[in-house]
């Protein structure tokens, strides 16, 4: 079953820290891995897209990497600031688009 | 980058009465968009596909009376809920591929639809 999985579910930090989320993957056929950021009553805004030979892609102050043997990406985030408060959607694409759950992550001052 | 315009976003109807749903593609020509639902603290579930000229197809458990889909131009699909009940409230999400399609093709969302039905 094609599935993807993000942890952690939840996140809050200060401004100005630095952040990774995780995500996990089992898809098949693997063509790509997306990340995208949705703030709370809006459609998603891609960051990242990574195909299989790919391992890392950065986005501004957002660094994606792959590790396709592991199936395994995360999305780091640099110098955090309030506006990154929103969810991070791990997408993986098996012919149609495989979403997970979406990390939030909150950004207080 | 490309826009995708979804309107409204947000409405309230009353149960039993129909609601329609706009995605447009303003800067680029989109064979085929997509209808995404999405609850609360929950993933984007694909509902549909919607191609140009031809018939949508649904996914599996998704009636296709209930929720019709129209893709008459190349920049423009709806998705109209017909005779809508409380339970149908929900965010409705609607996506364009933009160029030859491929699978590395990125995937351009409207701002979404917050529909509750009263």
Redesign the interface.
């Known amino acids: 079953k094609n599935q993807v999985e993000q942890s952690p579910q939840s996140l809050i930090i200060l401004e100005g820290k630095n952040c990774t989320l995780q995500c996990n993957y089992t898809v098949s056929p693997f063509s790509n891995l997306r990340w995208y950021k949705q703030d709370t009553g809006r459609g998603p805004v891609s960051l990242t897209i990574m195909t299989f030979s790919e391992n890392t892609k950065s986005n501004g102050r957002y660094t994606a990497t792959l590790d396709a043997d592991t199936k395994q990406s995360s999305l780091h985030i640099t110098a955090s600031q309030l506006s990154d408060s929103a969810s991070y959607i791990c997408v993986a694409r098996a012919g149609g688009l495989i979403f997970g759950t979406g990390t939030r992550l909150q950004v207080f001052p | 980058?490309a826009v995708?315009s979804?309107h409204p976003?947000r409405v309230i109807c009353k149960s039993g009465t129909s609601v329609k749903i706009e995605c447009r593609s303003l800067d680029f020509q989109a064979t085929t968009m997509f209808w995404y639902r999405q609850f609360p603290?929950?993933?984007?579930?694909?509902m549909a596909t919607s191609n140009e000229g031809s018939k949508a197809t649904y996914e599996q458990g998704v009636e296709k009376d209930k929720f019709l889909i129209n893709h008459a131009s190349l920049t423009l699909s709806t998705l109209t809920v017909t005779s809508a009940h409380p339970e149908d409230s929900s965010?409705y999400?609607?996506?364009a591929r933009r160029g030859i399609r491929s699978?590395?093709t990125?995937?351009?969302?409207?701002?979404?639809t917050?529909l509750t039905v009263v």
Do not use: D, Y
């Open positions: 980058g995708v979804q976003s603290k929950q993933s984007l579930m694909l965010f999400i609607c996506s699978l590395n990125e995937a351009f969302f409207g701002q979404g917050r």
